[in-house]
């Protein structure tokens, strides 16, 4: 079932002309016709989870935002999409632009901003002119600027350009760098619903949250709460990547299977190369690997499901998480250790620094992997790997020391027999070839 | 000393006035993207002195945002810039055999210009297109499933730009 | 303004009553002694400080009266407010010290063991941090990160590998001067304190960095390697100063001022003056007035720091009824020897705290080749 995408498909629906004309802008229409707190309350019914990786719920985090007399209020689109394996925000604002700055305008009148931004990673630099071409069609059919359809509600948008930092999607780095300061997360309380950007109350919400918001005011929340399954309601989209045939983004309705959503020809068609399912990362590179036998059937051996229950289901000793929904499957002729030691380089070159466990532990973790992956490690660099992480999770400032911690925890916990042939076998670590033998050395991973 | 340029300028106010009044800071970011454009790709510190100067704030204050961020650079680069990806997602679909072939290709390593000033080459972190894998960033666009064949047309393409923009 | 609100905590089973507001960190110095958590980036006199350095975490094992939950992860006690009821863990849970011996670790790993030429060496608090909580022996195998040193203009050094990014001193410039001119630069294991293009700090506050860092990062200029601090008696003392308060302490070996500094307390906070407000000082006071008699002395300061310069000075001595010549029936005691006739060091003609840098062998051996 696709409620996001469905239209994505069809030629020049980035024009306001084709999207208005395919049933666009219908949920502004019918969301200005009633009060913020009815649409509110939709969404709180449609049990819409945040897309962007915590899965809190959409329509709670809305009811907290502050309401002091006379202050503005703020909604920030979340648009610095960057956990590695993510791309599906790209996708959907590159395709359906208008459906973004649909869902902006609803939940921008629900929380009553007049001035919402959209924060897009610096990368997205293209994108950035598709939104901002799309927002002024909008504005000149007159969905933005003052007095929005004659109802009195004044709302605009504007698109700020990020420069490179992981760690600005985290929101209250995003608030500051919004601010134009550096992307350093604030020690919370207060939370942003209470002060967020210029100290007034703030929402920042995912762009597949906010762009969900669109057919949940036109079918109505309770609708939206049948699709799908348990708390997992309505549709997600997922980014998969890695050794698949059909890579690429896909709107699934929370009922499928995983072996489905790998192997069906309807996503991705089967692992690339006629190879087999060695493991994969199922909700974007922070959540835990899981090894082929546990991805596909739970330890109890109930098959697993694409939802947030099911993926989590045995805790992290067994299972992983929904996170963001970047799908990256390794076949059986990767290296584990390898492409952990990856991530330990992605997550230490985008600690922010602010604090010490974060900042030290996470270019620890890079050094250890980088000699375990190059012949020079030790089984003892094994067990203090372990303990370095389990000394980074849960005592920083911001989620990302705990992304930086899980996918080493992970690795070791279901490959450790890996790290110790790396061990073992020093020699061959550095004769294995990736692509061209002479790149096994080590200033290809220089920093 | 350079300065923006009336057009610029236009550029410059439209990206202020997005803030409320006396937080203009806020915009240095995106002005910080628009002189790095203007002025030759990188900033220099007189170059972002003058950013301070226009958003009344302490040089300072864009000294440690222009170093916290990885887009900006601080350093003169070639004219084209090759920003390959070398995170999981692409390591697993051959991103290190493309680093290592532009480096063989162009005899440079990543974080270094080629003589003639034409090409730097840029080892980065996941950019969000891990599904069309391996991949790099030049200029605004992302170049995607890349191949040693598509390397080298990349390459190509950009010496003919580059001569008939001469 | 309503009387203020009074919350009971109980932090490692000693019961406070502290008003609304107050952080777990700031009750628990109320307490004081061991169950004050070791604070090494807030800093009470600077706003927004804190929540950096980890150090300071503790468990909440009952949020509050009304909602006594415990709180699932260990938080910052410098930035997390108390609750009524609130049941706090320091030094009674192991997780607790599991966790800040790893917070020590982590600061260490990068840090140098330069202790041995270090001007703070003596009142540095990772020192103090590392042997109260921390473990013996590094399992960090990797060359650490190095800076080059680097001079603000004439007064302070920047020792940048000795940083532990508390930010103190980007608060204290931000907070006391008008002028920021030095911040973070870049981000990660690579960030560092720097002003970007060299330039000297100048504002006639900012000496006060250097009694604001925990660490060896900024240090004195005036007084870098001309003694160690446990050497010199610290000396309250105040002068009438157009600029700040005036009153600072005095770093003395015999007549000679080695070094000013702001006084301060027991957390190793600088004190309020006798107006009320935090006793800041000026850069004159603090790197220009290094003759006793530009300062009016008040007598030995009392170091209640936890730390070796608490060690050894004559506070709280009880002068004997007995003079000596009462005890050595009657005979007057007489000097065994001046300690200049016999020996080249501590020359009286040298004032080592005016010398214009560095006390080196060379300026002992320069002014006997003139006497030859």
């Given at each position: 079932m696709k409620l996001l995408l469905e239209k994505a498909h069809i030629e020049n629906i980035r024009l306001y002309d084709v999207y208005r004309r395919e049933g666009g802008y219908r949920s502004v229409e019918k969301a200005l016709k009633m009060t913020p707190d009815e649409i509110v309350d939709q969404v709180k019914r449609s049990g819409l989870r945040g897309r962007g990786g915590a899965g809190f719920p959409t329509g709670m985090k809305w009811s907290f935002i502050a309401k002091p007399e006379g202050v503005p209020r703020h909604l920030v689109c979340n648009?610095?999409?960057?956990?590695?394996?993510?791309?599906?925000?790209?996708?959907?604002?590159?395709?359906?632009?208008?459906?973004?700055?649909?869902?902006l305008i609803v939940s921008s009148f629900a929380l009553g901003s007049n001035v919402t931004y959209i924060y897009i990673r610096g990368e997205y630099a293209w994108i950035v002119d598709i939104l901002e071409q799309a927002i002024i069609e909008a504005k000149n059919n007159g969905w933005l600027g003052k007095n929005i359809q004659g109802t009195g509600f004044d709302c605009e948008i504007y698109v700020q350009r990020g420069a490179g930092a992981y760690i600005c999607g985290e929101e209250t780095a995003l608030i500051e760098s919004l601010e134009g300061k550096r992307g350093n997360p604030r020690i919370k309380p207060p939370f942003p619903a209470?002060?967020?950007?210029?100290?007034?109350?703030?929402?920042?919400?995912?762009?597949?949250?906010?762009?969900?918001?669109?057919?949940?005011?036109?079918?109505?929340?309770?609708?939206?709460?049948?699709?799908?399954?348990?708390?997992?309601?309505?549709?997600?989209?997922?980014?998969?990547?890695?050794?698949?045939?059909?890579?690429?983004?896909?709107?699934?309705?929370?009922?499928?299977?995983?072996?489905?959503?790998?192997?069906?020809?309807?996503?991705?068609?089967?692992?690339?190369?006629?190879?087999?399912?060695?493991?994969?990362?199922?909700?974007?590179?922070?959540?835990?690997?899981?090894?082929?036998?546990?991805?596909?059937?739970?330890?109890?051996?109930?098959?697993?499901?694409?939802?947030?229950?099911?993926?989590?289901?045995?805790?992290?000793?067994?299972?992983?998480?929904?996170?963001s929904g970047g799908f990256i499957v390794l076949d059986e002729d990767q290296c584990v250790v390898r492409h952990t030691l990856t991530l330990a380089r992605f997550y230490r070159h985008e600690s922010c620094g602010q604090c010490s466990p974060c900042r030290e532990g996470t270019g620890w973790m890079e050094k250890i992997l980088k000699n375990i992956e190059y012949g020079k490690g030790k089984m003892s660099d094994i067990d203090l790997l372990w303990d370095i992480q389990s000394r980074i999770e849960g005592n920083t400032i911001c989620p990302l020391g705990d992304a930086a911690?899980?996918?080493?925890?992970?690795?070791?916990?279901?490959?450790?027999?890996?790290?110790?042939?790396?061990?073992?076998?020093?020699?061959?670590?550095?004769k294995r070839n990736y692509g061209l033998a002479h790149y096994a050395d080590e200033r290809a991973l220089a920093v | 000393?350079?300065?923006?340029?009336?057009?610029?300028?236009?550029?410059?106010?439209?990206?202020?006035?997005?803030?409320?009044?006396?937080?203009?800071?806020?915009?240095?970011?995106?002005?910080?993207?628009?002189?790095?454009?203007?002025?030759?790709?990188?900033?220099?510190?007189?170059?972002?002195?003058?950013?301070?100067?226009?958003?009344?704030?302490?040089?300072?204050?864009?000294?440690?945002?222009?170093?916290?961020?990885?887009?900006?650079?601080?350093?003169?680069?070639?004219?084209?810039?090759?920003?390959?990806?070398?995170?999981?997602?692409?390591m697993l679909r051959g991103s290190d055999s493309i680093i290592a072939y532009i480096e063989e290709k162009l005899g440079i390593k990543p974080g270094e210009t080629t003589l003639d000033g034409m090409f730097t080459l840029k080892t980065v972190e996941c950019l969000g297109a891990c599904g069309y894998a391996p991949m790099m960033q030049l200029g605004k666009h992302y170049r995607e499933h890349l191949t040693s064949e598509k390397v080298d047309a990349i390459i190509e393409e950009c010496r003919k730009n580059a001569a008939m923009n001469n | 303004m309503s009387e203020q609100q009074l919350f009971k905590v109980t932090i490692d089973n000693i019961t406070i009553e502290v008003p609304a507001g107050t952080t777990i960190l700031n009750a628990a110095r109320k307490i004081g002694g061991d169950v004050a958590p070791p604070a090494m980036c807030y800093y009470s006199k600077l706003q927004g400080s804190g929540g950096k350095?980890?150090?300071?975490?503790?468990?909440?094992?009952?949020?509050?009266?009304?909602?006594?939950?415990?709180?699932?992860?260990?938080?910052?006690?410098?930035?997390?407010?108390?609750?009524?009821?609130?049941?706090?863990?320091?030094?009674?849970?192991?997780?607790?010290?599991?966790?800040?011996?790893?917070?020590?670790?982590?600061?260490?790993?990068?840090?140098?063991?330069?202790?041995?030429?270090?001007?703070?060496?003596?009142?540095?608090?990772?020192?103090?941090?590392?042997?109260?909580?921390?473990?013996?022996?590094?399992?960090?195998?990797?060359?650490?990160?190095?800076?080059?040193?680097?001079?603000?203009?004439?007064?302070?050094?920047?020792?940048?590998?000795?940083?532990?990014?508390?930010?103190?001193?980007?608060?204290?410039?931000?907070?006391?001067?008008?002028?920021?001119?030095?911040?973070?630069?870049?981000?990660?294991?690579?960030?560092?304190?720097?002003?970007?293009?060299?330039?000297?700090?100048?504002?006639?506050?900012?000496?006060?960095?250097?009694?604001?860092?925990?660490?060896g990062a900024l240090t004195d200029r005036t007084f870098r390697f001309k003694n160690r601090v446990w050497f010199t008696k610290p000396v309250d003392a105040h002068r009438n100063c157009p600029t700040c308060c005036g009153e600072v302490q005095l770093w003395m070996r015999g007549d000679e001022v080695f070094r000013v500094t702001a006084r301060k307390?027991?957390?190793?906070?600088?004190?309020?003056?006798?107006?009320?407000?935090?006793?800041?000082?000026?850069?004159?006071?603090?790197?220009e007035k290094k003759h006793i008699?530009?300062?009016?002395?008040?007598?030995?300061?009392?170091?209640?720091?936890?730390?070796?310069?608490?060690?050894?000075?004559?506070?709280?001595?009880?002068?004997?009824?007995?003079?000596?010549?009462?005890?050595?029936?009657?005979?007057?005691?007489?000097?065994?020897?001046?300690?200049?006739?016999?020996?080249?060091?501590?020359?009286?003609?040298?004032?080592?705290?005016?010398?214009?840098?560095?006390?080196?062998?060379?300026?002992?051996?320069?002014?006997?080749?003139d006497n030859k």
């Amino acid at each position: 079932m696709k409620l996001l995408l469905e239209k994505a498909h069809i030629e020049n629906i980035r024009l306001y002309d084709v999207y208005r004309r395919e049933g666009g802008y219908r949920s502004v229409e019918k969301a200005l016709k009633m009060t913020p707190d009815e649409i509110v309350d939709q969404v709180k019914r449609s049990g819409l989870r945040g897309r962007g990786g915590a899965g809190f719920p959409t329509g709670m985090k809305w009811s907290f935002i502050a309401k002091p007399e006379g202050v503005p209020r703020h909604l920030v689109c979340n648009a610095d999409e960057s956990e590695p394996g993510t791309f599906k925000d790209r996708y959907l604002m590159e395709f359906i632009p208008h459906l973004l700055i649909e869902g902006l305008i609803v939940s921008s009148f629900a929380l009553g901003s007049n001035v919402t931004y959209i924060y897009i990673r610096g990368e997205y630099a293209w994108i950035v002119d598709i939104l901002e071409q799309a927002i002024i069609e909008a504005k000149n059919n007159g969905w933005l600027g003052k007095n929005i359809q004659g109802t009195g509600f004044d709302c605009e948008i504007y698109v700020q350009r990020g420069a490179g930092a992981y760690i600005c999607g985290e929101e209250t780095a995003l608030i500051e760098s919004l601010e134009g300061k550096r992307g350093n997360p604030r020690i919370k309380p207060p939370f942003p619903a209470v002060k967020g950007v210029w100290d007034r109350p703030t929402v920042v919400n995912n762009v597949e949250t906010l762009a969900a918001v669109v057919p949940i005011i036109n079918m109505g929340g309770d609708e939206y709460a049948k699709i799908g399954v348990g708390k997992s309601t309505g549709t997600k989209l997922i980014s998969a990547c890695g050794n698949l045939n059909k890579p690429g983004v896909y709107e699934i309705d929370m009922t499928i299977s995983v072996e489905e959503f790998i192997y069906s020809d309807k996503y991705c068609g089967g692992i690339a190369n006629g190879r087999k399912l060695k493991a994969c990362i199922p909700g974007g590179s922070s959540v835990p690997i899981l090894p082929a036998n546990l991805l596909l059937k739970t330890a109890k051996g109930e098959t697993r499901y694409m939802n947030y229950e099911s993926l989590s289901d045995g805790g992290f000793a067994t299972g992983s998480m929904m996170g963001s929904g970047g799908f990256i499957v390794l076949d059986e002729d990767q290296c584990v250790v390898r492409h952990t030691l990856t991530l330990a380089r992605f997550y230490r070159h985008e600690s922010c620094g602010q604090c010490s466990p974060c900042r030290e532990g996470t270019g620890w973790m890079e050094k250890i992997l980088k000699n375990i992956e190059y012949g020079k490690g030790k089984m003892s660099d094994i067990d203090l790997l372990w303990d370095i992480q389990s000394r980074i999770e849960g005592n920083t400032i911001c989620p990302l020391g705990d992304a930086a911690a899980w996918p080493v925890a992970a690795a070791i916990r279901h490959f450790r027999d890996e790290f110790e042939w790396h061990v073992f076998n020093p020699d061959e670590c550095l004769k294995r070839n990736y692509g061209l033998a002479h790149y096994a050395d080590e200033r290809a991973l220089a920093v | 000393m350079s300065s923006f340029s009336q057009a610029q300028m236009i550029e410059f106010n439209r990206l202020v006035a997005r803030y409320p009044e006396g937080k203009q800071k806020s915009a240095l970011l995106p002005v910080l993207h628009l002189a790095q454009e203007s002025f030759g790709g990188w900033l220099s510190a007189e170059t972002m002195d003058y950013v301070a100067s226009l958003l009344g704030v302490e040089p300072i204050e864009v000294y440690e945002v222009a170093t916290f961020y990885s887009m900006y650079n601080l350093k003169p680069v070639g004219k084209y810039m090759f920003e390959v990806c070398q995170t999981g997602p692409c390591m697993l679909r051959g991103s290190d055999s493309i680093i290592a072939y532009i480096e063989e290709k162009l005899g440079i390593k990543p974080g270094e210009t080629t003589l003639d000033g034409m090409f730097t080459l840029k080892t980065v972190e996941c950019l969000g297109a891990c599904g069309y894998a391996p991949m790099m960033q030049l200029g605004k666009h992302y170049r995607e499933h890349l191949t040693s064949e598509k390397v080298d047309a990349i390459i190509e393409e950009c010496r003919k730009n580059a001569a008939m923009n001469n | 303004m309503s009387e203020q609100q009074l919350f009971k905590v109980t932090i490692d089973n000693i019961t406070i009553e502290v008003p609304a507001g107050t952080t777990i960190l700031n009750a628990a110095r109320k307490i004081g002694g061991d169950v004050a958590p070791p604070a090494m980036c807030y800093y009470s006199k600077l706003q927004g400080s804190g929540g950096k350095c980890r150090t300071c975490l503790v468990e909440v094992s009952k949020g509050s009266e009304k909602d006594p939950r415990p709180m699932p992860k260990l938080v910052a006690s410098c930035r997390t407010t108390v609750m009524d009821g609130m049941e706090v863990k320091n030094i009674t849970s192991p997780r607790v010290t599991d966790a800040r011996a790893g917070v020590v670790e982590f600061l260490l790993i990068n840090h140098p063991l330069d202790c041995p030429i270090c001007d703070q060496a003596g009142e540095c608090h990772l020192q103090d941090l590392g042997y109260d909580h921390g473990k013996a022996g590094t399992r960090y195998e990797f060359q650490r990160r190095t800076f080059h040193k680097v001079s603000l203009g004439d007064y302070i050094q920047l020792h940048m590998t000795r940083c532990i990014l508390c930010y103190r001193c980007v608060f204290t410039a931000d907070q006391m001067t008008a002028k920021r001119e030095h911040g973070v630069l870049d981000r990660g294991d690579h960030a560092q304190i720097a002003t970007f293009i060299e330039r000297n700090l100048h504002n006639e506050f900012i000496g006060n960095v250097i009694d604001v860092c925990p660490v060896g990062a900024l240090t004195d200029r005036t007084f870098r390697f001309k003694n160690r601090v446990w050497f010199t008696k610290p000396v309250d003392a105040h002068r009438n100063c157009p600029t700040c308060c005036g009153e600072v302490q005095l770093w003395m070996r015999g007549d000679e001022v080695f070094r000013v500094t702001a006084r301060k307390d027991e957390w190793g906070e600088i004190k309020d003056s006798s107006d009320g407000k935090t006793g800041w000082i000026c850069n004159t006071c603090r790197f220009e007035k290094k003759h006793i008699s530009d300062w009016v002395i008040e007598g030995p300061s009392n170091i209640n720091r936890h730390s070796v310069i608490s060690q050894g000075h004559y506070v709280g001595v009880e002068k004997p009824a007995e003079t000596f010549e009462k005890v050595m029936d009657g005979r007057k005691p007489r000097y065994f020897m001046d300690i200049h006739n016999v020996s080249e060091v501590n020359r009286p003609d040298i004032e080592l705290s005016l010398l214009d840098g560095p006390a080196t062998a060379k300026i002992f051996d320069e002014p006997q080749k003139d006497n030859k």
